[in-house]
């Protein structure tokens, strides 16, 4: 039997930016599963996804796992954290930077990119979050209020205060995302990165930096 815990984790802005909530789900070999979920007050997504990270590095290391392999449907912050995006964005920076202090908790640690309906229990209970259910560090999913052996219940990270992002800022992610793409293509072919992965990014980076504008109905 493996000894790698899985954890699978999620980010959710309502507004983008807006009410926000974290989420994460893991799993120990021969453990219960462990859920936590929390809101976060007002966030973004990018900040919401990066919070959940940090919260679950926290409750891994807490329940003493050693190898971990974590997996989010936010791509852009799984590249970011593999080394293949560089993090700009002022909001997420601290957050990365403690994440990166976790990781020297665990023996090994991997973090892959899924796809949504691959996310489904951490998407679900940080829903719940946001409807005013939330699941408090170490709570037993199927009695609320009782808590885990070994595991305290502590305060969700705080969203890192806004920052205004400059059309500069916005250009300067967005030139990374697609010179990675390019580069990509260019040595291993157009499968290499998923054209609608590249959209995606985009469109979070312009999103962040609120530069994108509905139109209005008539």
């Not at 891994?60 to 852009?76: C, Q, Y």
């Not at 601290?94 to 309906?117: C, D, G, S, W």
């Not at 609320?144 to 052996?149: M, T």
Request: cysteine-free; hydrophobic content about 40%.
């Amino acid at each position: 039997m493996s000894d790698t815990a899985t954890m699978h984790i999620d980010g959710a802005s309502r507004g983008n930016p807006g009410p926000a909530s974290y989420a994460v789900v893991l799993a120990r070999p021969g453990e219960p599963v462990v859920e936590e979920a929390d809101v976060i007050g007002k966030a973004t997504n990018n900040v919401a996804e990066y919070t959940a990270l940090v919260q679950g590095l926290e409750l891994a290391a807490e329940l003493g796992v050693k190898k971990l392999a974590v997996f989010s449907d936010s791509e852009l912050m799984v590249k970011q954290m593999n080394g293949e995006y560089k993090v700009k964005h002022p909001d997420m920076i601290p957050l990365y930077q403690e994440a990166k202090q976790l990781l020297a908790a665990f023996e090994k640690f991997t973090i892959t990119h899924v796809r949504r309906e691959q996310n489904k229990r951490a998407d679900e209970i940080g829903n719940d979050a946001l409807d005013g259910r939330p699941r408090k560090r170490g709570q037993d999913p199927g009695e609320p209020g009782v808590l885990a052996p070994g595991v305290s219940s502590v305060k969700p990270a705080a969203p890192t205060p806004s920052v205004t992002t400059t059309d500069a800022t916005v250009r300067a992610d967005a030139l990374v995302i697609l010179q990675s793409a390019a580069q990509a293509w260019a040595t291993q072919g157009l499968k290499a990165v998923p054209v609608e992965a590249v959209w995606e990014q985009l469109w979070s980076v312009l999103e962040d930096g609120h530069v994108l504008k509905k139109k209005k109905a008539k």
